[in-house]
């Protein structure tokens, strides 16, 4: 089945719509061995390249991620000394490779978690330099002052160096307990937690709802996992960085 050229190397997880427009543009894609325009259609059969090279169209059913529901006493590594139950249990089999957990929760922490068997999509979404921001409900004990959440804002130093949040919202409160919702673009251990315990307000639940452009389904259960369509495997390669080419498997 012919679909529009740029939609299927976009699926195929060669760039951008947009991105590739321009090559297109710029006659540097050929399909079958004559240049391609604007509005062309083509199949995963046919012989499309990129500069003389040849583009594999193959990554978009190669590379697979999926959305997890990790429940609070579950710990995010393939096997636990203590014989705790882990997240890799409830997983399916790859359809290549192994899967590859996307950041770490951890044991008393719920939330999403993402899995691919995509090493080089894995990396770019945990590299620091991606900034990709987390976000997470927080429920705490007692209600912090807006001075406190101001510092929170502003950065306070943490053992490991200094740290913020860069948004914090409040949902509620009542008088024992209050909900926050909170952004951060860093991955270091226990940081939503050691950020309030610096300025004396220990949490006493915490959930992880999205990651960079995706977000914890509201129906999805404890426990359940779900597969990511193209589109969003799409936006998490854009979100990441990777353009062109790049696909590499761990």
């Not at 050929?30 to 509005?39: C, D, E």
């Not at 987390?134 to 001075?147: A, H, K, N, W």
């Amino acid at each position: 089945m012919s679909e529009r050229l740029q939609k299927l190397l976009a699926g195929a997880g060669h760039g951008s719509r947009r991105g590739i427009e321009e090559w297109i543009r710029d006659g540097r894609v050929t399909i079958n061995g004559r240049v391609a325009a604007l509005g062309d259609r083509a199949a995963a059969t046919d012989q499309i390249c990129l500069d003389g090279r040849r583009l594999d169209l193959g990554g978009a059913e190669s590379t697979e991620v999926l959305l997890y529901h990790k429940p609070v006493g579950e710990v995010t590594t393939r096997s636990d000394p203590e014989g705790r139950p882990t997240v890799f249990e409830h997983l399916p089999p790859p359809p290549s490779g192994r899967w590859i957990v996307v950041g770490r929760l951890d044991v008393n922490t719920s939330g999403l978690l993402l899995f691919t068997n995509d090493g080089a999509l894995a990396h770019r979404l945990m590299h620091p330099s991606s900034e990709v921001e987390r976000e997470y409900r927080v429920r705490l004990r007692g209600t912090p002052s807006d001075m406190v959440l101001d510092r929170l804002r502003r950065g306070v130093e943490l053992e490991d160096g200094p740290a913020n949040f860069d948004r914090i919202e409040a949902e509620s409160a009542d008088g024992s307990h209050s909900w926050f919702r909170v952004c951060l673009h860093e991955g270091r251990n226990r940081e939503v937690r050691r950020l309030f315990e610096h300025e004396g307000f220990e949490v006493s639940r915490l959930s992880r709802i999205r990651y960079g452009p995706v977000a914890l389904p509201s129906d999805l259960r404890g426990g359940d996992h779900i597969r990511l369509q193209t589109a969003g495997i799409e936006a998490l390669r854009q979100h990441a960085g990777i353009t062109g080419g790049e696909h590499v498997q761990d």
